[in-house]
C-alpha cells in the first residue's frame, strides 16, 4: 500500500525552521516535497552552527529529512520560467520568506493561479501579510513574545522566559501542514486552490489559550507559576537520585481523584495518612503544599526518576520523568514506538534521531535522510519537465541550477 500522501507534490520555498518543519511533515506523510534552493548556499540553516565546515548542521538535518533539494534561481527570468512549469505539475507551493518578498519575485499567488488553478499556497509569516505588524520580521523567540507563551513561563516573581521547545517555529508549521490539507480537501469539492496563511505569532497565541483562562474569569493576568500547579499538591517537579541537574520527576494527583493520593501514600508506605482528615483534603494539601511536597520529594530521592516512573506509573499516578536529550534518544519506550528511528546520513553516518508523532496504520513512516544541495536536480528536471543533459550542462553554466 502506498502513503497516505504520495500523491501530492509540494514545490518548498522555505528556509530555517516554521517553514521546513511543515513540509517535513508531509514528506513523513509521503508528499513529494521538492525543496528549492538557491545553487551555491541552499537553505541558510544547512550553514546554523554546522560543527563540521563540509557537512550540513544536523539543525538542517532534522528539518528536511524525506525530501528532495533542487537547486535553482528562481530570481532568474529562466529559472523563474522553470519553476513555473513546475507549478503546472504541483499540488501546493510552501513559502516563508521574508514580507513582500514572493510580491518582488512577481510569483505571487495571482501569478501561480494562472499557471496551474488547482494550486495552494502556503503562506508562513511572522505576523502574516496584513495587520499593523505586516511587515515586521519573526523567529521562534519573537513569536513566543508575543504569542503569551513567554509572559506564562517563568517562576513567581522572575521575569517572562522562553520555553525551550521551538513552538513559534515548529508549531507554527505543523499549524501550516493542517491548514494545507484542509485546504486540498476542499480544493477536492471546489476544483481549485486557494491561499493558506498563517502567521507565527496566531500559532503560539493558539498554543496558549488555556493559559489565559484566568484573564477570562477575573480579567487580570495569569501569573507565572513555575513547573507547580497552584493550589496543588503534588502538582510539582520532585528531586530524585542521584541528584544531577535533569534528576527529576513530575507528579501529579488530580484533586477530587482520592484513589490517585491514597495510591501515592501506599507506595510512599504512608498509609497512616489515608483516612487523616487534613491530608486526604485536596484543600488542605494545596494550602500546606510545602510539607505535601517535602514528603513526597522524601521518597523520590530514594530512587532515579525512571524507577520514580515505574514504580507510580504501575500504580496508576500520573508521573513523568524529565527527559534530557541523552535520555530520549535511550528511551525504550520511544524506540519502540518509532519516535526514536535511525538516520543514514551520506555526510554525517549512522545516527538517531526523532522521527513524526503521527501514526497512519496504513502509512508506516520511514526516515530518509536531508539531501545534500542540489542532489537531485538532474532527477527532478528530466523527470518533471523533460530536460536533456544538454539543457542541463546549458543551466548549470548560466548558474540557473
Known amino acids: 500500500m502506498g502513503k497516505a500522501l504520495d ?99 512577481g510569483l505571487d499567488y495571482h501569478v501561480l493561479s494562472k499557471v496551474n488553478p488547482r494550486i495552494v499556497l502556503a503562506r508562513i509569516k511572522g505576523f502574516g501579510t496584513y495587520g499593523p505588524y505586516a511587515n515586521f520580521k519573526s523567529f521562534d523567540m519573537i513569536a513566543q513574545a508575543v504569542g503569551g507563551s513567554m509572559a506564562f513561563t517563568g517562576h513567581p516573581g522572575g521575569p517572562p522566559t522562553k520555553p525551550g521547545s521551538t513552538i513559534g517555529d515548529t508549531g507554527t508549521g505543523i499549524h501550516a501542514a493542517f491548514g494545507i490539507m484542509a485546504a486540498l480537501w476542499q480544493r477536492e469539492k471546489t476544483g481549485k486552490g486557494q491561499v493558506m496563511e498563517i502567521s507565527m505569532q496566531d500559532a503560539v497565541v493558539n498554543f496558549s489559550r488555556i493559559k489565559m483562562r484566568e484573564y477570562y474569569d477575573t480579567g487580570n493576568n495569569p501569573e507565572r507559576t513555575g513547573n507547580a500547579l497552584p493550589r496543588t499538591a503534588p502538582g510539582d517537579i520532585y528531586k530524585c537520585s542521584p541528584g544531577g541537574s535533569d534528576d527529576y520527576v513530575y507528579i501529579y494527583c488530580q484533586p477530587g481523584r482520592s484513589h490517585m493520593w491514597d495510591a501515592l501514600l501506599l507506595i510512599m508506605g504512608r498509609e497512616d495518612l489515608i483516612d487523616d482528615e487534613n491530608w486526604t483534603n ?32 504501575e500504580g496508576g499516578i500520573p508521573c513523568g520523568a524529565v527527559m534530557n536529550a541523552i535520555d530520549i534518544h535511550n528511551d525504550p519506550h520511544l524506540k519502540e514506538r518509532g519516535m526514536i528511528g535511525t538516520m543514514n546520513h551520506p555526510v554525517r553516518g549512522s545516527f538517531d534521531m526523532p522521527g513524526f508523532p503521527v501514526q497512519l496504520q496504513d502509512s508506516p ?37
Not at 535553482?72 to 504541483?90: C, P, Q, Y
Not at 539531501?371 to 548558474?399: C, F, M, R, S, Y
Open 7 to 105: 500523491d501530492i507534490r509540494v514545490l518548498d520555498l522555505t528556509h530555517f525552521e516554521a517553514g521546513p518543519s511543515c513540509t517535513e511533515s508531509m514528506a513523513w506523510m509521503g508528499a513529494d516535497v521538492i525543496k528549492i534552493e538557491q545553487p551555491g548556499t541552499g537553505d541558510p540553516g544547512r550553514r546554523n552552527r554546522s560543527t563540521l565546515p563540509d557537512a550540513d548542521s544536523f539543525y538542517f538535518i532534522l528539518l528536511n529529512a524525506n525530501k528532495k533539494s533542487v537547486s535553482l534561481n528562481i530570481k532568474s527570468d529562466r529559472g523563474k520560467e522553470l519553476f513555473l512549469n513546475m507549478v503546472k505539475t504541483a499540488d501546493v507551493v510552501v513559502e516563508n520568506m521574508a514580507p513582500g518578498t514572493l510580491e518582488r519575485m
Open 282 to 313: 485536596p484543600v488542605w494539601r494545596g494550602e500546606n503544599k510545602a510539607e505535601v511536597d517535602a514528603m513526597v520529594e522524601g521518597w523520590t530521592m530514594q530512587y532515579t526518576k525512571q524507577k520514580v516512573m515505574e514504580i507510580l506509573g
Open 365 to 401: 513512516v520511514e526516515i530518509e535522510p536531508a539531501p545534500l544541495l542540489g542532489q537531485h536536480t538532474k532527477e527532478v528536471l528530466e523527470d518533471i519537465l523533460g530536460l536533456t543533459n544538454e539543457d542541463l550542462a546549458e543551466l548549470e553554466n548560466e548558474a540557473i541550477i
